[in-house]
């Protein structure tokens, strides 16, 4: 299943039964298909809330919770989430590689099959999809392992692999680079960039190296309210009035060596990916 | 596959059967035969080195058990009152057959089961469930628990340290180390539970509705010496139940 | 009502198929915990009743009969012979939870007594029959015990289990008690047994 698909949040609000506070506060953005959006914030800004919104997994688990607004995913809309998982039209990679890890295949590369089976593709589609993402996210070296022996780094990536094998045209990632090292990240960055080719990419992020890379729009919430939407360049003018809102360590990342463009870091790490 | 894993389950089978129908003698020379066939015959090798040790462990602990049985029998079951032997040992006679064929049926029983797990993978037999009707979500659990038994143990040596590391008396008077079972159980029971949750919109968020497909290359089908053993199997118990 | 087969279907869904899955390797691996500290109770039936609680009947019937299956893939084929009573503590433990029963602490004492007396009940035949009785445990003892007194393999098997299996059992349903009490609204509600915890609102 490939094509385009547009995510679109009007005025969308979400709060869980059990809970007094909104986890999720009028929310109104547009990411255009084919271009990829970083959502930043520090813990408990609703990031996750929202990737799971979209997926169709808070509407689908949650249905005691109450939601307003509207949110349309590949011009489909919903009021106000869809209430099914979307899978494979919408692929979510969760936080947590480990238990994305099904434990029902003996070696990575019947894993990573296993997400081909679900969807019902034949044989032959299976083998040469699968044999194509390990070559992407260079895994090759790890299709015989078994996967309760891998580390974190590499859990991470054949988790991201078992969901992009099934092309969705919508990609949501939770954090995708927590127990990712450098060459990994690399990795990880060069893939999103030839994802955006085919799909429409939201990851989610503590740190700000891979939204400045990779991505075209920025996301920042705080404590489920949007602070801000925009381009990245739009992101980087207006980046001094998020200081109290992102972590310590990202505005100093920032301030000491981001703020002004044509920096040697930023160089580097554009001349790496390719791009401009 | 002439002795695939379905024909090992009706080799199984029948091999219980005997345990029930056959004398002790015969019991005692089955067991044996087991044994020869897990050291020696290639379909029922073991899977690993580490399989082959639990088979070798287990047929000295039943044999043990077994013995135990007879003694045990010999000595309470007196029966008609003849005693073992000419020395004036409170052993008898009765008993010792009893214990005989008590001791040697579970033996026989016990390792032919063994011997089907030892050379047969869950996921060999998982798909054999799956051929034979056994509902997916079944199935799925056999795979996912042991996906558990593997990863669980390092979890649980985590907690116990960091339980001890906080002061949990897990290595004080029993009533103390029983109260810390609780300290340990909680933290592990707790967070399997909100994995449990994790793990299944994770399945769901693959595509995974409940259902396992079976690839052609997982299937596979009873071959003749496979219904051969059913039915003897069958036969033994007939015989047993209706002529002895 | 439902039909059984929706309530089958309803008890292995979603996240209660990881759940019950977990219980299996628990009903497996709490020999680790307890030989780890050194105490001499089994609780091997312990993931069985959680599933009871969290799930259904049905679920921790399935728990209980393929954690005696699994042990012997593991090694202890033993086990599988005892899959009766297994059952019997899925079905009894989830009825008693539909019950409520596991909301009051007095009430799983009672239920592990009862759920004893029947597990030693239904045990005693097969522990009789195929192994007179003996397993080379600590608690064969009290079968020696008991058949020197002149007790028949059956009686001194059966009476064993009654000394032996309640108080197993009533630590059993003791400990889903504590552990299940203080679980997050938001975790026990994914499961279909979350009304035999906790009285929901909303």
């Not at chain 1, 739009?234 to 002004?260: D, E, R, T, Y």
Request: hydrophobic fraction near 50%; charge should be positive; charged fraction near 15%.
């Amino acid at each position: 299943m490939e094509g385009f698909m547009e995510i679109e949040a009007r005025d969308f609000s979400f709060r869980y039964s059990e809970s007094a506070n909104a986890a999720l506060s009028s929310l109104t953005f547009a990411i255009p298909s084919g271009s990829c959006c970083a959502i930043l914030g520090p813990t408990g800004a609703g990031k996750t809330t929202l990737l799971y919104a979209l997926s169709g997994a808070l509407g689908a688990h949650y249905s005691s919770g109450r939601g307003t607004g509207l949110v349309r995913i590949g011009g489909e809309e919903f009021n106000p989430v869809p209430q099914n998982v979307l899978f494979p039209r919408v692929g979510l990679a969760l936080q947590e590689p480990h238990v994305q890890i099904s434990g029902l295949r003996e070696t990575v590369l019947e894993e990573i099959q296993f997400t081909l089976e679900n969807i019902g593709l034949d044989d032959n589609l299976i083998e040469a999809r699968t044999i194509d993402i390990l070559r992407q996210l260079r895994i090759q070296h790890l299709a015989e392992r078994k996967p309760g022996t891998l580390s974190g780094g590499e859990m991470q990536r054949v988790a991201l692999a078992s969901l992009l094998v099934a092309r969705p045209p919508v990609i949501l990632l939770d954090e995708p680079v927590t127990s990712i090292d450098g060459p990994g990240c690399l990795t990880l960055a060069r893939s999103i960039v030839s994802l955006k080719k085919k799909s429409t990419v939201l990851f989610t992020d503590t740190g700000l190296d891979l939204a400045l890379s990779v991505a075209d729009w920025i996301l920042v919430l705080a404590a489920g309210h949007q602070m801000f939407f925009g381009e990245k360049n739009s992101f980087l003018q207006n980046v001094q009035s998020f200081s109290g809102i992102l972590p310590a360590h990202i505005w100093q990342s920032i301030s000491n060596k981001l703020l002004a463009p044509g920096t040697d870091r930023q160089r580097r790490f554009a001349r790496a990916l390719g791009i401009r | 596959m002439f002795f695939g894993p379905s024909t090992k389950f009706a080799f199984t089978f029948l091999l219980g059967a005997c345990a029930f129908a056959l004398s002790w003698q015969l019991n005692i020379a089955l067991a044996v035969f087991v044994v020869f066939l897990e050291h020696r015959a290639k379909p029922f090798r073991p899977r690993s080195s580490q399989t082959h040790r639990a088979f070798r462990r287990f047929a000295v602990q039943i044999s043990l058990l077994a013995l135990f049985i007879v003694i045990l029998n010999s000595l309470f079951l007196r029966g008609a009152g003849q005693k073992i032997g000419s020395l004036d040992l409170p052993l008898y006679v009765d008993g010792l057959k009893f214990g005989l064929a008590v001791g040697t049926r579970v033996m026989l029983l016990s390792l032919s089961i063994l011997l089907f797990f030892t050379s047969t993978s869950l996921r060999e037999f998982s798909f054999l469930l799956l051929n034979a009707g056994i509902p997916t979500s079944i199935v799925t659990i056999i795979l996912l628990s042991s996906h558990f038994v593997e990863q669980l143990p390092s979890k649980i040596g985590q907690i116990f340290s960091a339980q001890e590391a906080r002061g949990a008396p897990v290595k004080s008077k029993l009533l103390a180390r029983a109260r810390s079972l609780f300290s340990v159980l909680s933290p592990l029971v707790l967070s399997s539970i909100a994995e449990s949750v994790e793990r299944g919109t994770a399945l769901e968020l693959r595509g995974f509705r409940g259902q396992l497909q079976i690839r052609k290359s997982d299937g596979e089908k009873l071959s003749f010496p496979g219904y051969v053993f059913l039915l003897l199997g069958v036969l033994a118990i007939l015989w047993k139940v209706l002529w002895k | 009502m439902q039909t059984l087969k929706e309530q089958f279907k309803r008890e292995l869904s979603g996240p209660s198929l990881p759940l019950v899955a977990f219980c299996v390797a628990l009903n497996l691996l709490v020999g680790q915990i307890t030989g780890l500290l050194k105490i001499p109770i089994y609780l091997d039936s312990i993931g069985t009743v959680l599933a009871a609680v969290l799930t259904g009947p049905w679920a921790a019937v399935v728990c209980g009969c393929l954690s005696n299956i699994m042990a012997a893939a593991f090694g202890n084929p033993t086990m599988m012979f005892f899959i009766p009573p297994m059952v019997s503590i899925g079905l009894f433990a989830g009825l008693i939870a539909r019950l409520g029963w596991f909301r009051k602490l007095y009430l799983c004492i009672v239920g592990g007594i009862l759920q004893g007396i029947l597990a030693s009940v239904l045990s005693a035949p097969i522990s009789a029959q195929l192994f007179s009785g003996t397993t080379m445990g600590g608690a064969d003892f009290l079968v020696i015990f008991f058949r020197s007194r002149g007790f028949s393999i059956f009686e001194s098997t059966l009476l064993q289990g009654l000394v032996m299996d309640p108080i197993d059992k009533i630590l059993t349903f003791v400990a889903i008690f504590f552990l299940t009490k203080n679980l997050p609204e938001r975790l026990v509600t994914r499961f279909p047994g979350a009304s035999n915890i906790r009285s929901l609102t909303g």
